[in-house]
């Protein structure tokens, strides 16, 4: 069809439409489309209609800023906002101005002091409900004052939250306490994942049994190797430990109730001299740090030591290794040069 014929088309079209019908009719609206019209201009004003554990998830995944923003404007993320799962305090999630302080500095006593005024004003507004990660990344805090500390690790604990992570400045590794006691209430046994840093962790009398705690991290934390025997002995459903800098450990003991163990990282504990797994599926282990003595049962299949002192740490791979672990398939060996032997 040509552009002429088209352009006569829709000018007939448009001529037969607005020519007067004939007769007199009594054109009444209909009610449902009256009806359907309000509703249309409803759903664009307020948005779709959605669950209520939708909206909560699609709240869940925004930014801690932004939830908060949102929360402010919408009555769905409000009440989101009460029971959000994942909590994240650092000055970086609270909207701290990097204009004035430089990213790993030290922020100053002032802004320690409205994180503390901001964190605490969150914590009163969430009652608990469905929380399952908190995280405190105060690094670059070092005016936290011990009490606002073990107040939201109350708040975490009474929370049943799955997952705590405890992220310290180097001034608190002598002069705070991880509240064990807590967990000794029996406050912790919904605690799946424990990562700790700069603090100091001392078992208590009667501290109970970490029923679901399978993951458990420790960076820089005051414990002698008693102390942590006790704690493992009481996490019979260990998967995995992770030691880092912990320099309060001479002896590494890990108890043949931790059946579930199957991953073992320990680096750079300075006064380590001897480690000794019975664990009886540990599979996996790194090793990073000056040389100590291995004793390991014979599950362990994978094997990584990172050695910053050994002179002889090839040869003592070669000639002892095969011996102490009768089943290890993979060794991995880094000093200044780096080697990968297969046995």
Not at 16 to 21: G, N, V
Not at 66 to 82: G, I
Not at 140 to 148: A, L, R, S, T, V
Not at 251 to 273: A, G, K, M, R, T
Request: proline content about 4%; charged content about 25%; some cysteine.
């Amino acid at each position: 069809m040509g552009l002429l014929q088209l352009q006569r088309l829709i000018s007939s079209r448009s001529d037969r439409r607005h020519r007067p019908r004939r007769g007199k009719r009594n054109h009444k609206p209909c009610v449902q489309d009256d009806e359907a019209s309000r509703a249309v201009k409803k759903m664009a004003c307020v948005g779709p209609s959605l669950p209520e554990d939708i909206w909560h998830h699609i709240h869940s995944l925004l930014p801690l800023q932004d939830a908060a923003r949102a929360a402010c404007v919408s009555h769905a993320f409000k009440k989101s906002w009460r029971c959000r799962p994942n909590l994240t305090f650092s000055p970086e999630t609270l909207n701290f101005n990097k204009n004035q302080y430089n990213e790993g500095e030290e922020i100053s006593a002032d802004m320690s002091t409205q994180l503390v005024e901001r964190i605490n004003r969150i914590v009163s507004k969430h009652d608990g409900t469905g929380l399952k990660a908190l995280k405190l990344e105060l690094l670059n805090c070092p005016d936290i004052d011990n009490f606002d500390l073990s107040c939201w690790l109350i708040f975490a604990f009474k929370s049943q939250v799955e997952e705590l992570s405890l992220w310290l400045h180097s001034d608190f590794t002598e002069v705070y306490n991880f509240p064990l006691r807590l967990l000794s209430e029996g406050e912790g046994n919904s605690l799946r994942s424990l990562h700790l840093s700069c603090c100091g962790l001392r078992p208590v009398p009667g501290l109970g049994c970490l029923t679901n705690l399978s993951i458990l991290e420790l960076y820089d934390v005051c414990i002698s190797g008693d102390d942590l025997g006790c704690v493992l002995s009481s996490s019979l459903a260990l998967e995995e430990l992770h030691l880092m800098d912990c320099s309060e450990i001479i002896c590494l003991e890990i108890p043949c109730l931790l059946h579930q163990l199957s991953h073992l990282v320990v680096s750079e504990c300075e006064n380590l001299d001897v480690i000794q797994s019975k664990a009886p599926n540990l599979s996996s282990f790194i090793y990073s740090g000056d040389e100590v003595q291995f004793s390991f049962g014979n599950s362990l299949q994978n094997l990584k030591i990172m050695g910053s002192g050994w002179d002889e740490i090839v040869g003592h791979a070669r000639e002892r290794l095969p011996h102490m672990v009768p089943k290890l398939e993979y060794l991995d060996i880094c000093t200044s040069f780096e080697y990968t032997l297969k046995l």
